[in-house]
């Protein structure tokens, strides 16, 4: 019985790790490029 159980543990567990990878795979990063080859994002911290 315990085999069993450790058994269905390990199949949903690489079941969800295998649907997470997917979705991250489904993202396409390279619509976040910039537009120009020279364009650049400046971030100004005013907390200081």
């Keep these: ?3 069993l159980l450790l058994l269905l ?3 949903f567990s ?3 790790v ?3 990878s997917q979705q991250y795979g489904w993202i ?3 619509s976040n490029d910039p537009d120009f080859i020279n364009d650049t994002v400046i971030v100004l911290d005013k907390t200081r």
Excluded: E, P, R, V
């Design 1 to 3: 019985m315990k085999k």
């Design 9 to 11: 543990i390990f199949n």
């Design 14 to 16: 690489f079941l969800f």
């Design 18 to 20: 295998n649907c997470f």
């Design 28 to 30: 396409d990063i390279n």
